[in-house]
């Protein structure tokens, strides 16, 4: 059973930083693109970055470029989401999700991203 | 960048047809992917490829995508489909996916 369990959210103040991570089970976690989608309270879902199963290739969605960071370890069957300069914008469950191709098929349950001073 | 643009609400009676649209630029020249989300959960994808069902997506969820409109068709509409759908695509231009706004769909 594919599971993905994200852990590292919490409450932020403005500018500061935070990291995410995502323990993925089940799967062969190095054969997939992974994937951070984000849902503000009451809105919509936001795709926020994804890499490639070598870490060799990353894209991101131009609100986070040059203030996140996505990366993985296959050894752990890991993923992670670095956040600097966190803004009031950035609040929101951050999902972990497998990509294949470019749809999302397994997500996580998500964990709250709070920027508030 | 590329838009998708999908209704805020649909509202069906329990028993018929439920059509979703999501609208964006030559879309039918592009992959669409559907997500359902339950009142907090976390989305679960209930079409890939147009109108390709992930196994045990029953058959009435099927989807089609032409023009300028994909469409997400939901039959025999039940109470436990009442949610939130969201369409999405991969944006080649600018490397980047793109989700609609959702759709809430009520079952009356």
Avoid at chain 1, 71 to 92: F, P
Avoid at chain 2, 27 to 40: A, C, E, F, N, R
């Amino acid at each position: 059973e594919v599971q993905l369990v994200e852990s590292g959210g919490g409450l932020v103040q403005p500018g500061g930083s935070l990291r995410l991570s995502c323990a993925a089970s089940g799967f062969t976690f190095s054969s997939y693109w992974m994937s951070w989608v984000r849902q503000a309270p009451g809105k919509g879902l936001e795709w926020v970055a994804n890499i490639k199963q070598d870490g060799s290739e990353k894209y991101y969605v131009d609100s986070v470029k040059g203030r996140f960071t996505i990366s993985r370890d296959n050894a752990k069957n890991s993923l992670y989401l670095q956040m600097n300069s966190l803004r009031a914008e950035d609040t929101a469950v951050y999902y972990c999700g497998t990509t294949s191709d470019d749809y999302f098929d397994y997500w996580g349950q998500g964990t709250l991203v709070t920027v508030s001073s | 960048s590329y838009v998708l643009t999908q209704p805020p609400s649909v509202s069906v009676a329990p028993g018929k047809t439920a059509r979703i649209t999501c609208g964006g630029n030559n879309i039918g020249s592009k992959s669409v992917h559907w997500y359902q989300q339950k009142p907090g959960q976390a989305p679960v994808l209930v079409i890939y490829y147009d109108s390709d069902r992930p196994s045990g997506i029953p058959e009435r969820f099927s989807g089609s995508n032409s023009g300028n409109t994909a469409t997400l068709t939901i039959s025999r509409v039940e109470a436990g489909d009442e949610a939130d759908y969201y369409c999405q695509v991969w944006d080649s231009s600018s490397d980047q996916e793109v989700f609609g706004g959702g759709t809430k769909l009520t079952v009356l």
